[in-house]
């Protein structure tokens, strides 16, 4: 059994201590909350030298981003692995801080379960199959700044070196129909800026940002994930491909969904396959999780896995380098000229 332990009690933290609930072989042993919560389905906290007595064997923080490197460094002090919400320092001085003082340590992983959701779980076991051919551009237009730069350099195949940003910003009106507390009756027409950022990695391979306000909830913004090889395009569930002289063909990523019609197995994600291969498989069937709950599961035993011995999940070092290149989006639009992500120390 991993024993974990959770610092912070907002929306984000929650899904850990329910998701480690359901999981066999994860037990959250306590809950580190400033003050005393409603009541939650775990022991609560108000200091986090009581939760440590229940000796967890790692640590998740789900603080506010100006309290994380000074809790991560605490806990790295004292000796324990860490999960560290995204991002793991608000600036690039607050980076390079962390790096500096726990960097070495090796202690630390970064909360960063989009690659995990099953979707692109699928989509990038395909594209190291490949079929595509070598990967030279991903395209990504659903989620924001460091989820999306983790994506791209995870498509690619791409390390943590330079990389020069462009970007650009506009605003226009836009229905906000939806927002994380549900539907925003009545709908209002609000400005909405749309950040657009290209990447260029020294050694090759481009990258495409496109994020518009509130596009995780807003369903009126459909979400667009491309890649695109030597041989090949993935575009979302659609990929088209050269598989011999002359011949070209298309074939569909299909998710197979339970529940539906006279279906009477439950609502739930099967696995998505590609022609005859399954390129993905739902491990947790049969609890009816959404694919956030599915990364966030995932994410938590791979974390339990690296504790006993297995690879890191998401390393400092990871999640450094893509908040600090999604910080240039902000910059390179600022000042309407490109910046320089240069290498760093984590680099």
């Known amino acids: 059994m991993t024993k974990f332990a959770i610092v912070g009690t907002g929306w984000r933290a929650e899904y850990f201590w329910r998701l480690g609930g359901a999981l066999t072989g994860l037990d959250c042993v306590g809950v580190v909350s400033r003050r005393r919560q409603r009541e939650l389905p775990v022991p609560v906290y108000t200091s986090l030298d009581e939760c440590l007595e229940r000796k967890p064997d790692f640590v998740v923080t789900s603080v506010p981003w100006a309290v994380t490197p000074t809790l991560v460094t ?20 607050g980076l390079r801080r962390l790096w500096h003082a726990v960097g070495a340590s090796g202690l630390v992983q970064v ?8 979707a692109h779980a699928a989509r990038l076991a395909l594209v190291r199959s490949g079929v595509l051919g070598t990967p030279t551009r991903v395209d990504v237009s659903s989620t924001h700044q460091y989820h999306a730069v983790s994506l791209i350099r995870t498509f690619l195949g ?9 970007a650009t910003r506009t605003t226009a009106p836009l229905a906000d129909p939806l927002d994380r507390a549900g539907w925003t009756d009545p709908v209002e027409v609000r400005p909405a800026t749309t950040t657009v ?19 995780w909830h807003n369903q009126l913004l459909m979400r667009r994930l491309l890649v695109r090889g030597t041989s090949g395009e993935l575009r979302d569930q659609e990929c088209v491909r050269l598989v011999a002289d002359r011949t070209i063909v298309t074939t569909q990523l299909v998710r197979r969904q339970t529940g539906y019609d006279l279906d009477l197995d439950g609502f ?15 491990p947790y069937q ?3 999780w959404n694919d956030e709950e599915v990364a966030i599961a995932t994410l938590l035993e791979d974390t339990a896995a690296w504790v006993d011995g297995g690879p890191q999940p998401y390393p400092l070092a ?18 309407d000229a490109a910046v320089r992500v240069p290498g760093e120390p984590w680099a």
């Not at 791409?158 to 462009?166: A, K, L």
């Not at 990447?199 to 994020?211: P, Q, V």
């Open 74 to 93: 605490e806990l790295v002090e004292r000796g324990l692995r860490v999960l560290a919400e995204t991002p793991p320092a608000p600036d690039l001085d």
């Open 111 to 118: 909360a960063e379960q989009y690659t995990r959701m099953p």
């Open 158 to 166: 791409i390390g943590r070196g330079p990389v020069e940003v462009r």
């Open 197 to 215: 950022a290209t990447l260029a990695f020294d050694g090759g391979g481009f990258g495409l940002y496109d994020f518009t306000d509130n596009q």
């Open 268 to 282: 739930d994600t099967d696995h998505i396959s590609f022609g005859d291969q399954v390129l993905y498989r739902n």
């Open 286 to 288: 049969g609890q009816r």
């Open 318 to 335: 990871d999640g450094i380098h893509d908040h600090r290149v999604a910080l240039a989006f902000d910059e390179a639009a600022e000042r």
